[in-house]
């Protein structure tokens, strides 16, 4: 993937010339060539759906994903619930579409921040070196030496508690003191441990971009004419690494989602009653080997297709965003 991106990136430019060429702007150009792959469409359509369904589930006519009915636990699909119930009696398929709305906030907010940050300490790293860019880069290079798994582990297991502490003193001040018994807290701290662990190795990506295209022509005519630093950077660089970052987006957005069912599965994450996806799974993976095993199926179906529908469509963005490709 990531050679992929480097020559997506360094032959943008001759990418943009044979688009003008034909006629069509290079973001048409690029678009007509991901409706050729169809695998790439089909899983653009189906996460757009997801994710449009999770965005209207306030607005949504179905059930509270919180109501009970515990006279009507396990109940298999049905006109009433077209998914059955659980253990608890609540409806599935609401608990589904909410599970849903956490997966599209968890996979937008913190790639936002991370992008930005990423983008921003890649940029400044690759264009003044020296110092600045040890500095960074060290600082890089410490995140990427702990797995990703056990640092997130980390970060929810100490960064959880120290968020419900502040919430629990700023929450009198504000006239809300249960506050802190909500579910913002649980996803303010899954957001902000996804955004720090995100953008460590984006940093590094885009710094490696960065270096190459500095000593490109162009930008050493800006250079010449006296552009500032952050025009150059900005207007000139970060276009150029753009191909780069859409690829990675898609890949970010299934880590996030896959990271916030990870965390919620072990209990640190987004806990019951609120809705996620990897809660769902770890109230019912005890179910495999009962009559109840489509209480697991659910939720694990819908995060493994989303998964492999990120996958392909990456691939097929990667494709699109080379001109190289025919």
Same mark, same amino acid.
């Given at each position: ?5 480097? $020559? ?43 994710? $449009? ?59 936002? $921040?991370?992008?930005?940050? *990423? ?20 600082? +890089? ?22 968020? +419900?502490?502040? $919430? ?16 913002? +807290?649980?996803?303010?701290? +899954? ?6 662990? *995100? ?94 095993w489509w209480l697991l199926a659910e939720p694990l179906l819908i995060v493994t297709s989303l998964l492999y529908a990120f996958a392909y469509l990456g691939d097929g ?10």
């Amino acid at each position: 993937m990531t050679q992929t991106a480097e $020559v997506t990136s360094v032959s943008s430019l001759q990418g943009k010339t044979s688009a003008l060429v034909r006629g069509r702007s290079p973001a048409g150009e690029a678009w007509r060539r991901l409706t050729r792959k169809k695998l790439a469409m089909a899983s653009l359509i189906y996460i757009s759906a997801i994710l $449009v369904l999770g965005l209207l589930a306030p607005v949504l006519p179905i059930q509270s994903f919180s109501q009970q009915d515990l006279s009507n636990t396990r109940a298999l699909p049905s006109w009433e619930h077209p998914l059955g119930t659980d253990d608890l009696g609540r409806d599935m398929l609401s608990r589904l579409i909410w599970g849903a709305n956490t997966a599209f906030i968890v996979a937008t907010v913190p790639l936002v $921040v991370a992008t930005a940050l *990423g983008v921003t300490i890649g940029l400044v790293a690759a264009w003044y070196r020296g110092w600045i860019d040890t500095l960074f880069m060290r600082f +890089v290079d410490y995140l990427l030496a702990f797995p990703t798994l056990l640092l997130m582990i980390f970060l929810a297991a100490t960064l959880k508690p120290a968020v +419900v502490n502040f $919430v629990r003193e700023i929450g009198p001040a504000i006239g809300q003191p249960q506050l802190w018994r909500s579910g913002l +807290v649980d996803y303010l701290a +899954v957001l902000l441990i996804l955004a720090l662990v *995100g953008w460590s190795g984006l940093a590094r990506l885009v710094r490696g971009q960065a270096l190459s295209l500095k000593e490109r022509e162009f930008v050493e005519a800006a250079k010449a004419i006296g552009v500032p630093d952050r025009r150059i950077l900005f207007l000139h660089i970060l276009p150029n690494v753009m191909p780069l970052l859409i690829v990675l987006a898609s890949m970010s957005m299934a880590g996030a989602i896959a990271a916030e069912s990870t965390i919620s599965f072990l209990g640190i994450g987004i806990v019951p009653p609120y809705p996620s996806w990897g809660s769902m799974i770890a109230s019912t993976y005890g179910y495999l080997r009962t009559p109840y095993w489509w209480l697991l199926a659910e939720p694990l179906l819908i995060v493994t297709s989303l998964l492999y529908a990120f996958a392909y469509l990456g691939d097929g963005l990667a494709d699109a965003l080379n001109p190289q490709t025919r």
